[in-house]
């Protein structure tokens, strides 16, 4: 979607430059949070004392760099794509803010689609893994809620086929258990609220007034959703074990687990002929 590129799963075409990305975005959720007495005691910042400062820069450089190549690259092709008359198929965001860019260079500027780019990628890397990770746990500690979850997808799916899109609608008790593992364990524990007190215009689009929310909001709940009631549809899921699984969170921008979730799983009967086709 943003640079028309797959960096997990099987089908990653360069596994070296899937490597640098995530170690990237780790390192950018690292820095975000990041504390030092500098912040509570500014006599300190004469001393720089635990290298946040430079681990910032760094975070930043190496950021910088990667998403540069992407844009050298993309500017490459599109440019290619015009000389052959193919400008209109299908484009990527970085090629559509590139086309912004040759009719608005001082605003859409390197460093702007730099900073975009990877706030885009580093904000949807992270939160709709770590949400439904904590939601499987949830639903291994509590069975017979992971048991009327499945009841529910068998009623409103059946048995002759897989969940889709546009069955995520009617999943009214799904989209509950998502709503309360969100209240319990939020994407962004530490963000704090952000509210405009008057309408603005911001790169020419008219922002109005009131509390600001995720752009990706709606197609995070729908992917959440339909990646679980998949899970959930076609597998059996059990703990590890007798004891219940670890609850603790790891801190940081976001709030993982910290220990990953290990369950035993496997398929169920009715849906292994389905799973076949696939």
């Excluded at 859409?108 to 499987?136: H, K």
């Excluded at 068998?154 to 509950?176: A, N």
């Excluded at 496997?266 to 292994?272: G, K, N, Q, W, Y």
Aim: hydrophobic share 40%; net charge neutral; aromatic share 8%.
């Amino acid at each position: 979607m943003l640079a028309g590129k797959r960096f997990c799963g099987e089908r990653v075409v360069d596994s070296e430059e899937a490597t640098r990305f995530q170690e990237i975005v780790g390192e950018q959720v690292k820095v975000l949070t990041k504390s030092s007495k500098q912040e509570f005691l500014p006599f300190f910042l004469w001393f720089s004392l635990e290298g946040i400062e430079k681990m910032c820069v760094d975070a930043q450089r190496k950021r910088d760099v990667f998403v540069q190549n992407w844009i050298k690259g993309f500017r490459k092709m599109r440019f290619n794509r015009i000389t052959t008359n193919e400008e209109n198929i299908d484009r990527t965001m970085i090629e559509i803010l590139l086309s912004l860019q040759e009719t608005n260079p001082e605003y859409y500027t390197d460093e702007m689609i730099r900073g975009l780019m990877m706030t885009l990628l580093t904000a949807a890397s992270n939160t709709s893994a770590d949400t439904m990770e904590w939601t499987m746990t949830h639903l291994l500690n509590n069975p017979e809620i992971l048991k009327k979850a499945r009841a529910e997808i068998d009623k409103v799916i059946g048995q002759q086929r897989l969940i889709d899109e546009s069955d995520v609608p009617q999943l009214h008790y799904l989209k509950l258990i998502i709503m309360e593992t969100l209240r319990m364990h939020p994407v962004v524990p530490l963000l704090l609220p952000y509210e405009s007190s008057k309408d603005c215009t911001v790169g020419g689009f008219h922002v109005p007034r009131g509390r600001r929310g995720c752009p990706g909001e709606n197609l995070a709940m729908r992917m959440i959703a339909l990646a679980l009631g998949s899970l959930i549809r076609c597998f059996d899921w059990e703990r590890v074990g007798d004891e219940k699984e670890d609850m603790r969170e790891l801190g940081g921008f976001t709030a993982p687990k910290a220990q990953p979730l290990v369950a035993n799983f496997h398929p169920r009967p009715t849906t292994v002929p389905l799973l076949s086709q696939t």
